[in-house]
């Protein structure tokens, strides 16, 4: 809930409070004024009585705007709601009485003066909904110029966070915001200005870092290849104890330079430095990268297919989408059994690789976790799905894993367009 919102809400729920309780005092305020107002009417009418019996007259027979009843038997005295039909409406209608004792020519009787409320009730309601409609007007007046006044205020807030949305720390540029006369909102974008400064720097720091461990690193590792290549070649290495030696050298410095470039590979789509994207022609890619795999399919007796229905239209780095059907293909054939098969599928919403293999138990959602693999004893380094899942949140696609038990088949999806509803994955594949 925003917090413009959030306190729109309070300052509604106060004064609907308040707005309640003043139509409840202003309506028994009124209520009790008037019938006061009434009462002194009925006690002025009874002392005028009492005045006319004292000089020997009679009651009189016309009330005029007072009914007036007079009982020889005891009656409760004092002020008193009464409900009594008027003949013309046909109503019930309500009367506030007065009974008081009165000694007429030496006869003690009660008098009860009634006077009728409706005029009472018509001028309470009247006054009352005349202030009920100005402090209803007040109250609607009250939220609609806090809630444009709350927007006012707040523009400047949304204004920062528009410019945070759009804000990446690729760009290498630091955060400028609009002026405002609102103090803390001004001390917000200088803060945030300033981090700014630190992030740029660091950033660029840390780039630089990556490129020159990846640049003075990998030429150590070209020497060492070469020379151990090399050293292959001796025929000193009749001895089977150090060609051994010299040969697992040279596969461990094999597996580090598939690692660095993996890593140096992820570090790089993080950083978001593959910005240049162009139309990529994925089917020409699977292509290509299918007949680079045929020759190590064909060695571990695996059966690869592909079935294209249809181009999508993508714009990638093509860098990236090498990557991406490299190591998906890689992964199928590493994984597979012997005398399996490997089915591509490529539609324009979806790139499928289905491979058959055996079944792994696990949690699937650490199957694209980095340096997780399925053989602890593999030479594979465990980034290639890691590199495939970073790709796919790099550029807004999704990477599904299913697996069917009954065919032991299983299926990397790398969806295009996301699905409106996710299956359920099962347990997944070696990543690696």
């Known amino acids: 809930m925003k917090l413009l919102t959030k306190t729109n809400r ?21 209520y009790g004024a008037l019938q006061h107002e009434v009462e002194e009417q009925l ?12 000089r020997g007259a009679d009651l009189p027979t016309s009330p005029f705007e007072y009914q007036m009843a007079v009982s020889a038997r005891p009656r409760r005295v004092g002020y008193a709601d009464t409900l009594l039909l008027d003949p013309q409406e046909q109503e019930m209608v309500p009367h506030r009485q007065l009974t008081f004792p ?6 003690l009787v009660w008098v009860t003066l009634r006077k009728s409320l409706v005029e009472t009730e018509d001028v309470l309601a009247v006054v009352l909904g005349v202030m009920v409609s100005v402090l209803g007007l007040l109250l609607l007046g009250v939220v609609l110029l806090n809630r444009w006044l709350g927007q006012w205020l707040w523009a400047p807030f949304r204004t920062t966070l528009e410019v945070l949305r759009n804000y990446g720390v690729q760009q290498d540029q630091v955060l400028s915001f609009p002026p405002t006369s609102t103090d803390e909102f ?47 070649q001796l025929p000193e290495l009749e001895n089977p104890v150090l060609a051994t030696l010299v040969s697992e050298l040279y596969g ?29 022609k994925l089917d020409q890619l699977v292509a290509e990268k299918t007949a680079q795999f045929e020759s190590l399919a064909e060695v571990r007796h695996v059966r690869l297919r592909t079935h294209i229905h249809g181009v999508p239209a993508l714009h990638m780095h093509p860098g990236l989408a090498d990557s991406l059907v490299h190591n998906l293909l890689q992964n199928a054939i590493k994984h597979n059994h012997r005398g399996g098969t490997i089915d591509l599928t490529l539609t324009p919403t979806h790139l499928e690789v289905c491979n058959t293999g055996p079944m792994v138990s696990g949690d699937p959602a650490r199957f694209f976790e980095r340096f997780r693999k399925h053989n602890a004893a593999s030479d594979s380094p465990g980034l290639g799905l890691s590199i495939v899942q970073q790709i796919c949140q790099y550029y807004g696609f999704a990477a599904r894993y299913y697996f069917e038990p009954e065919t032991s088949l299983h299926t990397l999806r790398v969806e295009f367009t996301p699905p409106t509803t996710v299956p359920a994955p099962a347990a997944p594949p070696a990543a690696g």
């Open 252 to 280: 461990a410095t094999l597996r580090l330079s598939r690692l660095h470039q993996a890593l140096t590979l992820l570090s790089k789509i993080e950083n978001h430095q593959f910005a240049d994207a162009t139309p990529v």
């Open 186 to 232: 001004a001390e917000l974008n200088q803060a945030l200005t300033l981090l700014s400064h630190r992030l740029v720097a660091e950033y660029e720091a840390m780039r630089e870092f990556t490129a020159n461990a990846a640049h003075e690193t990998q030429t150590p590792l070209a020497i060492m290849q070469a020379q151990l290549e090399q050293m292959l």
């Open 10 to 30: 309070y300052y509604l729920l106060l004064t609907t409070v308040l707005f309640v309780a003043a139509s409840a005092l202003l309506y028994y305020g009124l």
């Open 102 to 107: 009165l000694r007429v020519q030496g006869q």
């Open 43 to 54: 006690f002025n009418r009874q002392v005028y009585l009492q005045r006319r019996v004292q």
